[in-house]
């Protein structure tokens, strides 16, 4: 009798297992995505995008670029499209995380963008 429990508890955690494995991404080998986490910045060329803050379907990025002096700002959801110092950005997905954070304001997440020179 021990051995069929212990049986059916290996079976129901390599079930679980296979079940909590994430799908493969297809955009994970696209040198042409961007995937930034919240807080952070990424780079893309000579062009500078920090993701500073989610909330709910919209994302807040920050553009620089190495020739200019100036930094852009702009509030974007899933499937907008930009251009911005000469190239077109693609929201592909906002996704917001659970924050531990008691401070208001404060959000985790990440944005994925398809990046291409114009």
Sequence with gaps: MPIIVFILIIIALIIWGVKGTSPIDPDANNPNILTISAGTQGHFDNLYIGLGNIQKNSASLHFRQ???DESMN?????????EIYG???NVKSIKASWNPSALVGAS????KLLITKQ
């Design 66 to 68: 190495d020739s200019a």
């Design 74 to 82: 702009k509030e974007v959801a899933i499937g907008d499209e930009l």
């Design 87 to 89: 190239y077109k950005i």
């Design 108 to 111: 985790h997440g990440s944005v």
